[in-house]
């Protein structure tokens, strides 16, 4: 009698989470491991490339005050790289600094917040439920380049 074997296990999703403040990183690598999910860290913007540049990511959740390059220009060098990358922002500055995903270029933009978990939660397993899509790298940036013009004949 032969072994036929089953259908391969699902690939865990590989969550990179980038922050400055480790407290912050620690808790939601915890929490995030324990839903299930395989998470690389950075503290900075530049590290955060570095792992991108080295390993598929399914998803990236960073923060957005950061020191050198703040979650907007990371999210703009993601996309730069891999347009159709899920891309979660985190900031206590949101409606302060107008953060939205049209501005920043995100897929989702939470609050940090004492609902922060439960957004997180739900974003992660959101994004890893549809595909890709393609994101301009901000508003700005869609702004900035002039529509295409059709040729005069």
Known sequence: MRHVPGPSPA?????????????GLIARKSLLQELGYNISTATSGD?????FSK???DVVVTDFKM???????????????????RIILL?????PLGLTEQSTGADVVIVKSAGEVGQ?????KRLLSQPPARKPASSA??????PARAKQV
């Open 11 to 23: 690939k865990t999703p590989e969550i990179l989470l980038v922050d400055d403040n480790r407290q």
């Open 47 to 51: 590290e955060a490339l570095e792992l």
């Open 55 to 57: 390993q598929n990511f």
């Open 67 to 85: 020191p050198r390059m703040d979650g907007v220009e990371l999210i703009k060098r993601i996309r730069s790289a891999q347009t159709g990358a």
């Open 91 to 95: 900031s206590g500055f949101v409606e």
């Open 120 to 124: 997180l939660t739900r974003s992660v």
């Open 141 to 146: 940036e869609a702004v900035a380049r002039p």
